[in-house]
């Protein structure tokens, strides 16, 4: 029987979720120790699932052994290179971020999953709705202590950085991508074009964000999302003609936006359009040479010590020595680990999401609308992180690790008796005879 995420039985859970979702916001304005509630009902739901047989063969010895090995991998690097000060860094955002991983199996039978996807939107929508005014006003809504940028920037060409409630143009794109996938599963679950409203909204809140690696990310998630949902249906020959008219539909989008001058004489929408052309512009766009200087560096910078790295964690900014931000997860991840260190932080997750996939795959039950969501979220997520370094922020490793362990363990979880014997029940159904809109 699941349990309203909204009880006094569940407030940690709802405390940990709403200090994801406003941070920052809450840091300025309420309290920062709220994050020691945070940590102390992760650190309790861990425990359990660490001293639970049944969780930690759920979770899979195999992947627990590879965390493990990263783990102590990580502090070991750092130890070696920064003593206690860089290890204390490791430690945070290297392992104990990773702690959903034992978290999410706990938890997740107690969550209404429709309840909290549902407040999610919500949430989405009074985010995307700051940032729209925002973009529209050229003025920051909710000041944020620390926050001292401009919403119109100047970096060889203007561009509009909106900050919502987060204080973070990436930040507020990264979870507006979240909310945006909330939106839709609800859609698809529900039929309910209150849910298609919210999920239009988001979407053009996370285009007013200026963030353009999460314009590339959030419609590759999207992609994941259509082509998962339509395998779901098992109809290959409706979903390859669909497939191909979306194709053709993605292609011509792609020419008009990036081989030609069109604007629309909408200054809000060729602003957008505007700063969506400078995502391959290399020469002319001050952000993205920059970038590119970050690349070469950071390319040289492994080159140095490529096996083994130049310590886990060497390129946070806290740290007293610390090396230039890569401006990749990729990078990151091999100036700081080496080969060694990043082949077994991927092959971690690799695991859990061929896991999952397979999973997937292997009954028709509602609850894959729960899949898609978390494999769009991981798939926007990792496609961000490979341009901009991400992970080892609290928002995106909490949230993308928190998917990993869904994928990798809800079914196992949850339906081994559906696994067996496959039942489609009531909504499933309707969801197989009724696809419209969006989600044909």
Same mark, same amino acid.
């Given at each position: 029987?699941?349990?309203?995420?909204?009880?006094?039985?569940?407030?940690?859970?709802?405390?940990?979720?709403?200090?994801?979702?406003?941070?920052?916001?809450?840091?300025?304005?309420?309290?920062?120790?709220?994050?020691?509630?945070?940590?102390?009902?992760?650190?309790?739901?861990?425990?359990?699932?660490?001293?639970?047989?049944?969780?930690?063969?759920?979770?899979?010895?195999?992947?627990?052994?590879?965390?493990?090995?990263?783990?102590?991998?990580?502090?070991?690097?750092?130890?070696?290179?920064?003593?206690?000060?860089?290890?204390?860094?490791?430690?945070?955002?290297? +392992?104990?971020?990773?702690?959903?991983?034992?978290?999410?199996?706990?938890?997740?039978?107690?969550?209404? #999953?429709?309840?909290?996807?549902?407040?999610?939107?919500?949430?989405?929508?009074?985010?995307?709705?700051?940032?729209?005014?925002?973009?529209?006003?050229?003025?920051?809504?909710?000041?944020?202590?620390?926050?001292?940028?401009?919403?119109?920037?100047?970096?060889?060409?203007?561009?509009?950085?909106?900050?919502?409630?987060?204080?973070?143009?990436?930040?507020?794109?990264?979870?507006?991508?979240?909310?945006?996938?909330?939106?839709?599963?609800?859609?698809?679950?529900?039929?309910?074009?209150?849910?298609?409203?919210?999920?239009?909204?988001? /979407?053009?809140?996370?285009?007013?964000?200026? /963030?353009?690696?999460?314009?590339?990310?959030?419609?590759?998630?999207?992609? +994941?999302?259509?082509?998962?949902?339509?395998?779901?249906?098992?109809?290959?020959?409706?979903?390859?003609?669909?497939?191909?008219?979306?194709?053709?539909?993605?292609?011509?989008?792609?020419?008009?936006?990036?081989?030609?001058?069109?604007?629309?004489?909408?200054?809000?929408?060729?602003?957008?359009?505007?700063?969506?052309?400078?995502?391959?512009?290399?020469?002319?766009?001050?952000?993205?040479?920059?970038?590119?200087?970050? #690349?070469?560096?950071?390319?040289?910078? #492994?080159?140095?010590?490529?096996?083994?790295?130049?310590?886990?964690?060497?390129?946070?900014?806290?740290?007293?020595?610390?090396?230039?931000?890569?401006?990749?997860?990729?990078?990151?991840?091999?100036?700081?680990?080496?080969?060694?260190?990043?082949?077994?932080?991927?092959?971690?997750?690799?695991?859990?999401?061929?896991?999952?996939?397979?999973?997937?795959?292997?009954?028709?039950?509602?609850?894959?609308?729960?899949?898609?969501?978390?494999?769009?979220?991981?798939?926007?997520?990792?496609?961000?992180?490979?341009?901009?370094?991400?992970?080892?922020?609290?928002?995106?490793?909490? +949230?993308? #690790?928190?998917?990993?362990?869904?994928?990798?363990?809800?079914?196992? /979880?949850?339906?081994?008796?559906?696994?067996?014997?496959?039942?489609?029940?009531?909504?499933?159904?309707?969801?197989?005879?009724?696809?419209?809109?969006?989600?044909?």
């Amino acid at each position: 029987m699941k349990v309203k995420l909204i009880t006094v039985k569940n407030l940690g859970l709802l405390i940990c979720l709403i200090y994801i979702l406003l941070r920052p916001f809450l840091n300025t304005y309420v309290t920062e120790y709220i994050k020691y509630i945070f940590i102390l009902v992760m650190v309790y739901f861990a425990e359990k699932g660490i001293t639970s047989k049944r969780i930690l063969k759920e979770i899979g010895y195999g992947v627990i052994v590879i965390c493990g090995l990263f783990s102590l991998y990580a502090l070991i690097s750092s130890l070696m290179v920064g003593g206690f000060e860089l290890a204390t860094y490791s430690l945070e955002r290297y +392992v104990f971020y990773m702690i959903p991983l034992f978290v999410v199996p706990t938890v997740q039978k107690r969550v209404d #999953w429709d309840s909290t996807l549902n407040f999610l939107t919500w949430y989405g929508v009074v985010d995307a709705l700051i940032s729209i005014t925002e973009f529209v006003i050229h003025r920051q809504l909710i000041p944020i202590e620390g926050v001292t940028h401009s919403v119109v920037q100047q970096f060889g060409d203007n561009s509009i950085r909106t900050f919502g409630l987060n204080g973070d143009y990436f930040l507020l794109a990264e979870l507006l991508c979240f909310c945006g996938f909330a939106a839709l599963y609800m859609y698809c679950n529900q039929k309910k074009k209150i849910h298609m409203l919210k999920f239009i909204i988001i /979407s053009i809140g996370i285009f007013t964000t200026g /963030s353009r690696g999460y314009y590339v990310a959030f419609a590759i998630g999207l992609g +994941v999302f259509y082509i998962l949902y339509n395998l779901n249906l098992g109809k290959p020959k409706k979903f390859l003609f669909k497939m191909g008219i979306a194709f053709v539909i993605v292609i011509i989008a792609l020419l008009v936006v990036f081989m030609t001058d069109y604007k629309t004489g909408i200054n809000g929408i060729d602003t957008v359009l505007a700063r969506a052309r400078s995502i391959v512009d290399f020469s002319g766009n001050y952000a993205n040479a920059k970038r590119l200087q970050h #690349w070469v560096y950071s390319i040289n910078k #492994w080159k140095t010590h490529p096996l083994l790295g130049n310590g886990a964690s060497i390129t946070d900014i806290r740290y007293t020595h610390f090396e230039m931000v890569t401006e990749s997860g990729l990078f990151k991840r091999l100036v700081e680990l080496g080969i060694i260190g990043t082949v077994l932080q991927y092959l971690s997750m690799i695991v859990l999401i061929v896991r999952g996939y397979r999973l997937f795959r292997k009954t028709n039950v509602k609850d894959n609308l729960l899949y898609i969501f978390f494999f769009a979220v991981i798939a926007t997520l990792a496609t961000e992180d490979m341009v901009l370094q991400r992970y080892g922020e609290i928002e995106f490793t909490i +949230v993308i #690790w928190s998917a990993l362990a869904f994928v990798g363990t809800y079914k196992k /979880s949850k339906f081994s008796k559906e696994a067996a014997f496959p039942q489609r029940n009531d909504r499933y159904l309707s969801i197989k005879q009724g696809e419209n809109g969006l989600c044909r």
